[in-house]
């Protein structure tokens, strides 16, 4: 990890203990992580793949082998259940790894057997390069997750790469590196930057010339930022933004499937998933019974310690953020909601008094175009809104500047078809919400993404196709 003179504090979001220190990477120790990926890139480009596919089996073994000190982690810097990061964060991380180093090897490019203008034959191939020194910039939400899920691809297609975590969770990316180097990846393949976005470490390194492509997932208006970036010498970007995801739940459905599902997608990881529901819309003769079925399962979650395994609710990342939420939870009842349940601060032990503690809460009664209808909010909570028609609530659902996800709940199948190719969004799920194979297209519309990684899609950011003509 790039050393620097500066210092910042890790803080617990669960009781506001300083949990260490971490380096604040200057623009030289910035500049030194591009030039060791850089010096790595051609030695690691030109590996055989088979020994690039074991090296990434080897990561992703290391990462399970270490299981336990990544969700302590993920526990202590962002605050998630223990349950939660066990299940999914880490798992997840770990299959990055192997998920691309597989498919790479079985992904075949296009060749054709044509005819020259004198009539002689000619074949035309395609070859798949690394792109180069890509940049990885991490949001703090899962933070495993989500910097695997672009370190696999990237490192699996022969580039190099540069990571700067969130300054909220630099431990497990600091973790990552460890496994990395005990896995045996040459050094200078996989760097770390510790550090802030703008005026520090992040803008640094996206604006670093030694930098052919920028990959990021975080606030859109950060997206714009780097994208002003990345403009300078024209580098690629894929981008994964936020997002004010709806779900539609339509009179036919299952009701007590969509209310378990959609109280996970309200209010796991205390609602900051990026594809988590802030919006449901509920056909009218079902309202009520949905309405109070969420407000149940809102109320039945065990709020306490992350690393009790019966918690279901952890804090939110940090003070300020729980301000920010705050803040909208007040907007609220400005606008004229009718609060369902929450709202506030929960009652926790002493110990626990200087931690992001806040409640799930569900709104209801606010038109379509207040603020808690249409901005990000990023905690655990949702509102729930009437429709009547299928064409308006289309309408309803689509009108934000976002498009990352939908969930339409209904048991017609026709119905669930056309509204999947009726919402403006990168993923919709049917009956269902976070069920993905990770072989398979993720992105955002709109202002959500640009960009779509997963799968083979993640092979035309992380590499570059060169076209190869052969008169014969
Ligand atoms: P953020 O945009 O504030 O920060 C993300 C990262 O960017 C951090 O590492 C930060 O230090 C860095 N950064 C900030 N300003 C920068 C700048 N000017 N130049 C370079 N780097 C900069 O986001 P966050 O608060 O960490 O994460 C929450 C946001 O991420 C939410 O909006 C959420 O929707 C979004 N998100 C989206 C997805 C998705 O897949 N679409 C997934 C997870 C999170
Ligand atoms: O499922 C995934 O792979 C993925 N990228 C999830 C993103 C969640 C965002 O918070």
Same mark, same amino acid.
């Given at each position: 990890m790039a050393g620097g003179a500066r210092r910042f504090p890790n803080i617990s979001p669960q009781d506001g203990r300083v949990l260490g220190h971490v380096h604040e990477a200057t623009r030289e120790d910035v500049d030194a992580a591009v030039r060791a990926a850089r010096h790595a890139l051609p030695a690691w480009a030109a590996l055989p793949q088979d020994e690039r596919v074991r090296l990434l089996h080897a990561v992703a073994d290391g990462i399970m082998a270490r299981i336990d000190d990544f969700v302590a982690a993920e526990v202590a810097d962002n605050g998630m259940p223990a349950a939660f990061a066990r299940r999914v964060d880490v798992p997840?991380?770990?299959?990055?790894?192997? !998920?691309?180093?597989? *498919?790479?090897?079985? +992904?075949?490019?296009?060749?054709?057997?044509? #005819?020259?203008?004198? &009539?002689?034959?000619?074949?035309?191939?395609?070859?798949?390069?690394?792109?180069? +020194?890509?940049?990885?910039?991490?949001?703090?939400? =899962?933070? *495993? =997750?989500?910097?695997?899920?672009?370190?696999?691809?990237?490192?699996?297609?022969?580039?190099?790469?540069? +990571?700067?975590?969130s300054e909220e969770t630099p431990t497990a990316t600091a973790l990552l590196a460890d496994v990395i180097a005990a896995a045996g990846i040459?050094?200078?393949?996989?760097?770390?930057?510790? &550090?802030?976005?703008?005026?520090?470490t992040?803008?640094? =390194? #996206?604006?670093?010339?030694?930098?052919d492509g920028v990959t990021f997932t975080g606030e859109t208006a950060t997206g714009e930022a780097i994208m002003a970036a990345a403009a300078k010498g024209v580098r690629p970007v894929s981008f994964e933004l936020g997002g004010?995801?709806?779900?539609? +739940?339509?009179?036919?459905?299952? *009701?007590?499937? /969509?209310?378990? #599902?959609?109280?996970?997608? /309200?209010?796991?990881?205390?609602?900051?998933?990026?594809?988590?529901?802030?919006? !449901?819309?509920?056909?009218?003769?079902?309202?009520?019974?949905?309405?109070?079925?969420? %407000?149940?399962?809102?109320?039945?979650l065990v709020i306490g310690r992350s690393d009790d395994p019966a918690t279901m609710l952890g804090p939110l990342i940090s003070i300020g953020h729980r301000d920010k939420v =705050?803040?909208?939870?007040?907007? /609220?009842?400005?606008?004229?909601?009718?609060?369902? #349940?929450? &709202?506030? !601060?929960?009652?926790?032990?002493?110990?626990? /008094? %200087?931690?992001?503690? !806040?409640?799930?809460?569900?709104?209801?009664?606010?038109?379509?175009?207040?603020?808690?209808?249409?901005?990000?909010?990023?905690?655990?909570?949702?509102?729930i809104a009437p429709f009547d028609a299928e064409d308006e609530v289309v309408g309803r659902a689509n009108d934000t500047p976002y498009g990352l996800c939908a969930s339409i709940w209904t048991r017609d199948l026709a119905r669930a078809h056309r509204m999947a190719a009726a919402v403006e969004v990168g993923i919709c799920w049917i009956n269902s919400w976070f069920l993905r194979d990770l072989r398979t297209a993720f992105g955002g519309a709109k202002q959500s993404g640009i960009g779509r990684e997963g799968g083979v899609h993640s092979l035309e950011f992380y590499s570059e196709l060169r076209n190869v003509c052969i008169a014969l």
């Open positions: 997840r991380g770990a299959a990055n790894f192997r !998920i691309f180093a597989d *498919l790479v090897r079985n +992904v075949p490019t296009e060749s054709f057997a044509m #005819t020259a203008p004198d &009539g002689s034959p000619a074949m035309n191939y395609t070859l798949r390069t690394p792109r180069g +020194v890509i940049a990885v910039v991490c949001p703090w939400n =899962l933070p *495993l =997750l989500l910097t695997t899920w672009k370190v696999g691809p990237a490192l699996a297609c022969g580039n190099t790469v540069v +990571v700067k975590p040459p050094a200078g393949v996989f760097n770390v930057v510790q &550090g802030f976005g703008a005026g520090s992040g803008e640094w =390194l #996206t604006q670093h010339p030694g930098v004010k995801n709806p779900a539609i +739940v339509f009179a036919d459905a299952d *009701l007590d499937r /969509a209310v378990a #599902t959609l109280a996970r997608a /309200a209010f796991e990881n205390c609602g900051q998933v990026c594809l988590g529901t802030e919006r !449901i819309y509920v056909e009218r003769p079902v309202f009520d019974r949905f309405v109070a079925g969420m %407000k149940a399962a809102a109320e039945a =705050l803040g909208y939870y007040a907007r /609220a009842l400005a606008d004229g909601a009718t609060l369902v #349940t929450g &709202g506030g !601060i929960p009652e926790v032990d002493a110990a626990l /008094a %200087k931690g992001a503690w !806040i409640e799930p809460t569900i709104w209801t009664g606010l038109p379509d175009t207040s603020a808690i209808c249409r901005e990000e909010i990023f905690g655990p909570c949702c509102h």
